[in-house]
């Protein structure tokens, strides 16, 4: 019997069924406030059994991501100082950059591939990537995966 392969991805909160968000809000409140399982369902808002089915199969992304290796692709504008403002926001959220190519840029565009290592104890790469993506100039971003 051949085992299946378990895939991973990496979707936009907005992409996320509520049920799934409210798993994710539960394991919270019983990390923080240090609930049962049935104080932090109710509050959150879901059934006990829908906690268990998927408490395994969501994590937040920045908990997933610390001391491991994610790569992005982006595409900006071709200013003075963009670049620099890209890599200090990386900086800035403790990861440190192992690759980096960007192209040529054709009608005032770029595209960049970046692999950055997250600190695993200081590194939040959510909020890194949501910084970057909501950077003026920046025009397109995705991750394109996640190592360990």
Do not use: C
């Not at 900006?76 to 890599?87: A, F, K, T, Y």
């Not at 290592?117 to 995705?142: C, N, P, Q, T, W």
């Amino acid at each position: 019997m051949r085992e299946e392969k378990t895939k991973y991805y990496v979707i936009k909160e907005k992409a996320v069924p509520d049920v799934l968000l409210k798993v994710i809000e539960a394991k919270r409140l019983m990390d923080t406030k240090e609930l049962t399982v049935q104080e932090a369902t109710e509050k959150a808002g879901i059934s006990r059994s829908s906690f268990y089915k998927y408490k395994d199969d969501i994590l937040p992304f920045h908990d997933n991501a610390k001391g491991k290796t994610i790569t992005f692709i982006l595409q900006m504008d071709d200013e003075p100082g963009l670049l620099s403002d890209v890599l200090k926001i990386i900086a800035q959220y403790h990861g440190n950059i192992l690759t980096i190519h960007q192209t040529i840029p054709l009608n005032g565009v770029a595209s960049l591939t970046i692999s950055v290592d997250i600190a695993e104890k200081l590194g939040d790469a959510s909020a890194m990537v949501e910084e970057i993506e909501s950077r003026e100039g920046i025009h397109y971003f995705k991750i394109l995966g996640q190592e360990s």
